[in-house]
T-cell receptor, first 114, second 116 residues
Framework: DTGVSQDPRHKITKRGQNVTFRCDPISEHNRLYWYRQTLGQGPEFLTYFQNEAQLEKSRLLSDRFSAERPKGSFSTLEIQRTEQGDSAMYLC????????????FGPGTRLTVT | AQTVTQSQPEMSVQEAETVTLSCTYDTSESDYYLFWYKQPPSRQMILVIRQEAYKQQNATENRFSVNFQKAAKSFSLKISDSQLGDAAMYFCAYRSATSGTYKYIFGTGTRLKVLA
């Protein structure tokens, strides 16, 4: 078990460009979460999958954001028409789906929009 | 809506001493989980300790223990015999056990410095 992995670890993009991040959860985990963390803040929930179904989305997830988890394995988070306010660390976490259902976090993708 | 508050942006402790990090939360639910996560610089968050709200006994994990006061909605973390490797951001998190949502609600974190 290699833990949750995320790719890329860093992304610098120009305003208006689209970016896509990937998350590979721990293999037997059926729940997958995306969070956003800005400087000096705790992570904020964006969205959650159980297997391939996206079951919850935060109001933070504007229509420029979309997430998928095809086949219930890895997940992608896409941001279209990036804005400077999108600059943040994007964290992925996964959990087994059984109480207490602790979440295991990946190293994050740091996005900088110039 | 549930909220989590960490009122100490930064704390310092001398190596080998004990430090307590504070966390309060607000909820109308009776069944939930509370967590402390550690986020070392440029490294991923790892779980330090977990408390189930229905358990009266405070959780302990080696040098880490919590003081869970359900009525006061307080969940502090005590680190004993502090080590240089304990230096990190510490986040308190809440998760409902009954509402059908599995998201964590995090506090803003406390940066812990360990002085040699």
């Amino acid at each position: 078990d290699t833990g949750v992995s995320q790719d890329p670890r860093h992304k610098i993009t120009k305003r208006g460009q689209n970016v896509t991040f990937r998350c590979d959860p721990i293999s037997e985990h059926n729940r997958l979460y995306w969070y956003r963390q800005t400087l000096g803040q705790g992570p904020e929930f964006l969205t959650y999958f159980q297997n391939e179904a996206q079951l919850e989305k935060s109001r933070l997830l504007s229509d420029r954001f979309s997430a998928e988890r095809p086949k219930g394995s890895f997940s992608t988070l896409e941001i279209q028409r990036t804005e400077q306010g999108d600059s943040a660390m994007y964290l992925c976490a996964s959990s087994l789906g059984q109480a207490p259902d602790e979440q295991y976090f990946g190293p994050g993708t740091r996005l900088t929009v110039t | 809506a549930q909220t989590v508050t960490q009122s100490q942006p930064e704390m310092s402790v001398q190596e080998a001493e004990t430090v307590t990090l504070s966390c309060t939360y607000d909820t109308s639910e009776s069944d939930y989980y509370l967590f402390w996560y550690k986020q070392p610089p440029s490294r991923q968050m790892i779980l330090v300790i977990r408390q189930e709200a229905y358990k009266q006994q405070n959780a302990t994990e080696n040098r880490f223990s919590v003081n869970f006061q359900k009525a006061a909605k307080s969940f502090s973390l005590k680190i004993s015999d502090s080590q240089l490797g304990d230096a990190a951001m510490y986040f308190c998190a809440y998760r409902s056990a009954t509402s059908g949502t599995y998201k964590y609600i995090f506090g803003t974190g406390t940066r812990l410095k360990v002085l040699a």
